[in-house]
């Protein structure tokens, strides 16, 4: 693949960003739109305000689009991208897009009844060398985005992540009574599974998940930031873990 890094590292830097959009047309992280519609319409309605997190070129916006869900929010940090993607779908006329950080959302309180992310927060945590535990400087960076996805989420609201990170590795990202919503977890794919989760605004996590915060408060004596970044330990390429299809 000709976009591929020299370093994962990159992932994170704004500038490999602008320069892949300049000649990318798109490309679609964990798969495309269909290969989970199935499960995201049974969390997310038409009539749903949503917040699309580091939309990139991706074509799931537009495919969301086209299958009714009109009233779509598009955030991504590259410039390049928010220029080509809101020239590409300029006759989607409830559809926005805007620059902006998710670590920064410049959004009122309860704005969105859903916000999707799929491999965004994988693409943060793609520099981690271990399943087992990130940095305290990404663990910072994901804690800031969900406290801001939290915030901005309305009550009863939905963040829908879709992630190659299993269960046991990123239940405990998202298990923290202070975001103040559940978890419910799906998966698609043959062969290799995807995930998805949904956290919903205002319930109360499972006593399973609940008994997880602890535990990890307990080991770590503060916030838990044990998280991983893939699938397989052993998977040394973030691509490798990613549906090109």
Known sequence: MDYLPDDNSRYKDVDYWDERYKTEQSY????????FQHLLE?????EDSILILGCGNSSMSGDMYSAGYHSITNIDYSSVCISTMSARYSDCLRMTWHEMDVRQLSFPDSSFDVILEKATLDAIMVEEKTPWEVSPHTACFIHQALTEISRCLKPGGRFVSVTFAQPFFRKRLYARTEYNWSI?????GEGFQYFVY???KGEELSP????LEKKLLEDTKSPPTRVATTQDEDEEDFLSNIDLI
């Open 208 to 211: 399973e998940d609940a008994a």
């Open 198 to 200: 949904v956290m919903t």
């Open 184 to 188: 419910r977890k799906y998966s698609y």
């Open 42 to 46: 049974k969390h997310v309605q038409k």
């Open 28 to 35: 679609d992280w964990l798969g495309r739109f269909s290969k």
